[in-house]
């Protein structure tokens, strides 16, 4: 027979749960907004110096080693930046996934339990 009483606590259970999942992708998206953010204006920052020091280069020799400085800091910079948000997009599925994942685990129990 239908238990009302029941079914609207596993109703509420799985509408907290769903909330508290877009609450945790809401503030995951905006540090994810504000990391991209920040790394964007200081890659602007870090350009608009070095196209002032080489603009005020005085021989090719001190052009090409800034240039080549300004390389190798810009792509070091962009790894670092790629890996910490590639991290946080992984924290964000997790974050994402671990409301649903005791719920997932209690189901696939109950199907295995009624299996064997």
Avoid at 7 to 15: L, Q
Avoid at 82 to 107: F, Q, R, V
Wanted: aromatic share 12%.
């Amino acid at each position: 027979m239908f238990n009302f009483d029941e079914a609207s606590k596993k109703s509420k259970e799985a509408m907290d749960g769903m909330l508290k999942g877009y609450s945790e992708a809401a503030k995951g998206f905006q540090a994810i907004a504000t990391e991209a953010s920040e790394y964007s204006k200081k890659s602007f920052q870090d350009m608009t110096a070095f196209m002032e020091a080489f603009a005020a280069a005085r021989s090719i020799d001190a052009a090409y080693d800034l240039q080549t400085k300004y390389a190798k800091s810009a792509y070091e910079g962009f790894i670092a930046e790629a890996a910490k948000m590639g991290d946080m997009y992984a924290d964000l599925a997790k974050s994402a996934y671990k409301p649903y994942e005791a719920p997932i685990a209690k189901s696939t129990a109950v199907k295995t339990a009624n299996a064997a």
